[in-house]
């Protein structure tokens, strides 16, 4: 992104300024006026899991295990998606390691342009089909237009990492 593209952003009350890309400065006075775009019918439910980018899935889910008591709760390689997904239950949350199954997928573009780390946050919905219609009426940048098959038999769609302050979020439901 060019310099020209780039512009200066401070929210009220925040001392230091950063520069952010000019699509994502609002015009002043603006911050207290966006509504939200949950309807309290639409609400996300809950943070479903954390999406970990790893080099090693056997490694990183030993060191889950080994540091944080984490126990699998599925596994499974998903060829459409080049990915091979382990899904490990932290005391109550979850977190998903994913390892790339080849340089191309998406999982591997990543690994290869940051390295390993978080990936994304998933948001489990009630119908992930009627979330995408409201985000899209409401202009938000989404990846999927519609929900697509995803791990462990669950909906999934994504939202642009544009729209969510830099991050890749997930909407999930079940089937």
Known sequence: MSQSDMSWCQAPGQVRMRRVPKRHVLVPGAWHRRRPLASPGMAPRSIHHVGIAVDDLDQAVRTYERLFGGRVEHRARVDDQG????????????????????DETPVGKFLAGRGPGMHHVAYEVADVGAELDRLAADGVELVDSRPRQGLFGLQVAFVHPDAVHGVLSELVSRG
Do not use: F
Not at 88 to 100: F, I, M, N, Y
């Open 83 to 102: 990915v091979e997904a382990a899904s490990v239950l932290v005391g109550e949350s979850r977190v998903e390691l994913l390892a790339a199954l080849g």
